[in-house]
Every structure is written in structure tokens, then in C-alpha cells.
T-cell receptor
Framework: DAKTTQPPSMDCAEGRAANLPCNHSTISGNEYVYWYRQIHSQGPQYIIH???NNETNEMASLIITEDRKSSTLILPHATLRDTAVYYC??????????????FGTGTSLTVIP | GAGVSQSPSNKVTEKGKDVELRCDPI?????LYWYRQRLGQGLEFLIY????????KSGLPSDRFSAERTGESVSTLTIQRTQQEDSAVYLC?????????????FGDGTRLSIL
């Protein structure tokens, strides 16, 4: 599975958009991009995933570049509760096989009041 | 609806004792995964269940670790003769494997401390 590169930390002002980048230059055509976050003492929380089209849900938007070598997770109006470590993962999950998520070090996002 | 539930949330035990960790997945999710997360580190895959079968046990670190799943629902991870290096958070996740590329949904884990 493709490796990902994320900045180790970022700050964002409360109420502003948080834009978290991820590079995945070795992604293959059938690998999806997943985003999770982990708040201290809790399990990882699923945020969003996509293949090549931009995706939006109630939590965030995912923008994937046309060449799929990078993506950006956007939290449109960051709140203090969005302070967490954010993980970008690329993975293909064909039916009938396991789907092992490997979480790297991620980006530690701090939302500042 | 209800998410993945794990119990106990915390477990402290003495070295050499056996422990059982329980996972209740989201209802209807056919796939279930166990991971281990040591302090400040990423997730380490342990085992994957599809239904009640475990096609991938490659991550179990030693024969002291075992897991089972019954009724395509509850799973139990058992660690025998615990060692101090077993101290970690043990996370369970489930997903709807009848559809490809579905995300895994995690519980909050069991924090295991071996004295």
C-alpha cells in the first residue's frame, strides 16, 4: 500500500477552516484515500474517504488532486473539539481480504481559541 | 446507532495472569479487526475476522495471543501469561465487508497495564 507524508503539526484559529495536506505520490489506481482522527484516550474516528472525486460529508471535505498524488482534508469551521491527531491512509480493500490500516504519525492539529 | 463497544475500558493485572478483552462490533458488520497501540505509536494489526473465521492471523505476536468470534458478532481477544511488554491499548474495529472499501469503525479500546 502507498505510503503517505503529512506535516507533524499544525495550528488553526477557532472558527477558521483547517486544511490538512497529505502526499501520496506512489498511490495506485485502485487505492482509496481515508482520513481518520484520534483524540487523546479515544479510538480512531472515521472522517471521510474517496477514490478520485472530491467528497463532502457532515464532518469534512476531501479534495483529491487530479493526478491523485496528494489530497487535502478540510474542516470548514474548526472548533476546539477538533484538536486531535489526523491520519491520512491509502489502501485498497478488495472483497474477501483483510483491510489492515497502518497509521503513521499523522498531523497533530491544535485549534486555538 | 450504537458504535463498536469494548470492555473493560481499563484492565490492570499482574504479570503472568491471563486476560480476556471483549469487542461488540456494530450490528451487521461482518468484518472485525483487532489492533494494538503502544503509547505514542501507530496501530499494529493483530487479527482479522470475516464472519466467525480468521483468514488473517499474521499479526498475533506470539502463541500467548488468541482470538475467537462467535455468532458473527462478539469477539474475545485472550492473552495468556501476560508480560509487561503486552501493556498497550487494544483496539477493535468493524466494517461492512459485504461492500468493498468500507471504512473501519473503531471502539475506544481497552487500556491494558501489566504490573
Amino acid at each position: 500500500d502507498a505510503k503517505t507524508t503529512q506535516p507533524p503539526s499544525m495550528d488553526c484559529a477557532e472558527g477558521r477552516a483547517a486544511n490538512l495536506p497529505c502526499n501520496h505520490s506512489t498511490i495506485s489506481g485502485n487505492e482509496y484515500v481515508y482520513w481518520y482522527r484520534q483524540i487523546h484516550s479515544q479510538g480512531p474516528q472515521y472522517i471521510i474517504h474517496g477514490l478520485k472525486n472530491n467528497e463532502t460529508n457532515e464532518m469534512a471535505s476531501l479534495i483529491i488532486t487530479e493526478d491523485r498524488k496528494s489530497s487535502t482534508l478540510i474542516l470548514p469551521h474548526a472548533t476546539l473539539r477538533d484538536t486531535a491527531v489526523y491520519y491520512c491512509i491509502v489502501l485498497k480493500t478488495p472483497l474477501g481480504t483483510g483491510n489492515q490500516f497502518y497509521f503513521g504519525t499523522g498531523t497533530s492539529l491544535t485549534v486555538i481559541p | 446507532g450504537a458504535g463498536v463497544s469494548q470492555s473493560p475500558s481499563n484492565k490492570v493485572t499482574e504479570k503472568g495472569k491471563d486476560v480476556e478483552l471483549r469487542c461488540d462490533p456494530i450490528s451487521g458488520h461482518t468484518a472485525l479487526y483487532w489492533y494494538r497501540q503502544r503509547l505514542g505509536q501507530g496501530l499494529e494489526f493483530l487479527i482479522y475476522f470475516q464472519g466467525n473465521s480468521a483468514p488473517d492471523k499474521s499479526g498475533l505476536p506470539s502463541d500467548r495471543f488468541s482470538a475467537e468470534r462467535t455468532g458473527e458478532s462478539v469477539s474475545t481477544l485472550t492473552i495468556q501469561r501476560t508480560q509487561q511488554e503486552d501493556s498497550a491499548v487494544y483496539l477493535c474495529a468493524s466494517s461492512d465487508r459485504d461492500r468493498s472499501n468500507q471504512p473501519q469503525h473503531f471502539g475506544d479500546g481497552t487500556r491494558l497495564s501489566i504490573l
